[in-house]
Nanobody, 126 residues
């Protein structure tokens, strides 16, 4: 079992920055990849970014490349999502997820993740 708790969401103006955190507990955090997804109102949940267990490799959705950075601190059992140059279209509930089955290096599909946090709201005002 893995428990994930996101924090750091809030209201920010367009062009601003936010850093989301996701604290994990329950299993050895450093052994599996982590990801971030988001769901905007009226839309399906979409992939944002993923990071390998070691933190050495990352993968991003095209829509966020160059503006968003995923990182992890295995000593703190935490994964981060640094979001810069935020746009109104980044408004969504952001979820972190863990892929503990050991089948993928940088999973990008919802089905490849088996644990999810409760989500944190990010609202970007234009």
């Amino acid at each position: 079992q893995v428990q994930l708790v996101e924090s750091g969401g809030g209201l920010v103006q367009a062009g601003g920055s936010l850093r989301l955190s996701c604290a994990a507990s329950g299993r050895t955090f450093s052994t599996f990849p982590m990801g971030w997804f988001r769901q905007a109102p009226g839309k399906e949940r979409e992939f944002v970014a993923a990071i390998r267990w070691s933190g050495g490799n990352t993968y991003y959705a095209d829509s966020v490349k160059g503006r968003i950075t995923i990182s992890r601190d295995n000593a703190k059992n935490t994964v981060y999502l640094q979001m810069n140059s935020l746009k109104a279209e980044d408004t969504a509930v952001y979820y972190c997820a863990a892929a503990t089955l050991g089948r993928w290096v940088l999973p990008s599909r919802e089905s490849e993740y088996d644990y999810w946090g409760q989500g944190t709201q990010v609202t970007v005002s234009s």
